[in-house]
């Protein structure tokens, strides 16, 4: 059975040239800086609609992926890509029922890729200090409808004291050395614990720390990813690309 | 609570080095090229074990992750690599209770992905033609577990004709073009398309035939993982790393 | 003995937060968006003189290497970048006394390179169709001071006829596929051919043609450089990189 | 006039596949994995000249270029690769009668590559302090005909003490920050500084020292080449490539 869009609804438009926009399904016209698009026609018909404008383009009403919402989340910190999110959900073994910690929450991108991956059987804890960014990672869980599995919780009140058994931990934040026997404590025997850190040098630091716990199988990668332009006969690689996120470290947690 | 290793449970043992082993927990000795571990006395004991060798050097019991799976599959076929299914899981939107069809199955790398991040509530249909290939995949999946939710079909029966309403296709055989139109019937409106191909003239052909079919939001990517030597005071990439996988093509079905 | 700055002198003036500017010495102040220098203060004084501006910040009077000057031409095309430079500058073992043949001069940013490295008892032949671009490129060395060495010629006229023993040709335009027998003939036995292209199509039908003819030793490459930023205590990549400036193709003429 | 192949030259003897041999020109057979192949055949006969082996293959008679020199050096140490040279040529500001001073020589691939480019007029003064290493450096210029612009040093005896208006240092040894004066000392106001380091410890060290010393517009990069396979219906990169040989760092000497 076929679904369709309904009044309320989250739409991502795309216009031929690729442009997106997230829109509230209603009856109320959307202005591109090209064309202008009646979104009431959209209501009572089923996804991936394609609709005209008044000018005779074209866009088409996308039912939003995760990837739609990561891309257009509202932003208060420099987001985790996609690039590495995907990564980081595979070396994490995340998936459905599983409890996961992060820290620091910052905009939510990765929170909602974890939040999507363990289903409503799973949780996410996620710790952060800064109220503000709090607020906007729960209003951007919230709208992409997965807020039932997540718990936020203040890092300044407590370093995961009272979690235990976790499946896997990440942390996002400047000094993640800090948090290693804590992030030790919390976790699975075996478990999988992932960092990302801008620079070398965290990097560094962060090894030494590891080193010195009981974690083994540490990895250090970097991910790029390069887009190319889509003509068929003239296939190329896009002029400029990302040079660099972050540096991804996993370990696990042994029992010595 | 803790979960303890039980005979006939499948181990990752990891050695101080990183060299990598997957065995079943029961009383036997195994022999890596530089000690031997006493499996049995494992048994009962909780995950992430360390375990003492007869010539001192230590090795861990760790809980497969899918992705430690996938770097032990038997493989007939070439695979999917980690750094491709990553970014694939998060372009295909997949997750809890998601319907998922791929071509061919190979020797399962990504359907395993797709069964674990589906999960019990979600289904993978896998087409293939080599029979041989397809009991490979058969066998991997049984190993991990995910059978239940994966139906193994064959492409030399039928071209998908009996799917609709599918959340997400991909494709990863030499001529995809051929299959896009059956691909675009059994896609939901909106739905994601996914699509590996090793070479550039592969990509054209590809590119060419999506621009004649109701397809919209088309792109291409490559992606790179890059690995680092662990140590703090030397970090340095690896000396050599992985040049090419295969680009990776991803569109959405529209209805005209 | 130290040289020192005379008037008329190019000189390429840099910032400390490194932004360069391309000036001639003389007596007269150049204005940054920060600060104001007296250049007249250079005259006279060593190269590599720090000079302090009105406002108290420091710039640095520089003598321009080639790899100023190609960073500061004049463009009316896209120029090929040091990355590619340096590579094909090896490949066509350009050196003192070196003769060399390109096609098409564009900008002339390879030009001036050829020149710098062939030496004044090298020489350099370039064909160009336009002449707007012959004139900028002529323009470009005799700043630089390279004419000497330099053959301009019209491809429009003539294809390489009066060319011969050539040590090493160069191909820079949208179809070099049909100057590779002319190309063939100019060069040496053994020589090195080198061809830079944007898309893999070109590159395709380059590859084929090349396999008709006379040339052995075919290599596609491209190159990539990731610039860092340099504060030693966050050393990490620059978040933007140039993603694709063109592929390049190496081969070699041999006597069937 | 085409010159011809004399007895005792030495020849780059590659085979259909791009497979290659150094060989030297004299009435012998070569024997190849796969064919054998009468030089003597070649003598008298241009450089270029295809040759038939005693089972019917091809191989090709090219006079070797600095690059084929490069890839065929005998070497005790790690050599720095043609990617990085090519870029360090440019950035040195390296041609014909330029005098340069480097340490270490190694295996002298570098050495042979400034050598080359500063043509006869021109002088490249090397720095080793391993006696066995600065033999074999000296035995690789000696066969490719460039040591007469070379002058060996021992960096034990002294540390650049009688050097002075070079135009310009390159590094390439453990701990370059240590040198960083004399090599200031050594150097022409504004001239350029080159430095090849495997590590990113080693790059925050080195640009530690860099920023108490009278350097500007410093520079650190890394340089990526990826090989293609030349089938123009199967285009596609390598496989495997390099993915690390050392962090490039250059700046410049400023008068205070």
Known sequence: ???????????????????????????????????????????????????????????FALRPTLHDHLMKLKRVTQIIYPKDIGYILLKLDIGPGKVVLECGTGSGALLLALAHSVGPSGKVITYEKEKRFQEVALSNAKRVGLLDRIVFKDIAVNTFEEEEEIDAVFLDLKTPWELLPAAWKALKGGAPLGILLPTTNQVSETLKQLQQLPFTQTEV???????????????????RMVGHTGFLIFSRKYLP
Not at 46 to 54: I, S, V
Not at 221 to 239: G, H, S
Request: with cysteine.
């Open 1 to 59: 059975m076929q679904e369709t869009i309904k009044p309320g609804d989250l739409i991502l438009l795309a216009t031929e040239e690729g442009k997106t926009y997230l829109v509230y399904a209603e009856k109320k016209a959307f202005q591109t800086h090209k064309d202008s698009f009646d979104l009431g026609l959209l209501l009572g018909h089923p996804w991936g609609t394609r609709l005209k404008g008044q000018k005779g383009t074209y866009c």
């Open 221 to 239: 990668v970097e991910l790029f990813i390069r887009f190319y332009k889509t003509n068929p006969q003239r296939l190329r690689p896009e002029d």
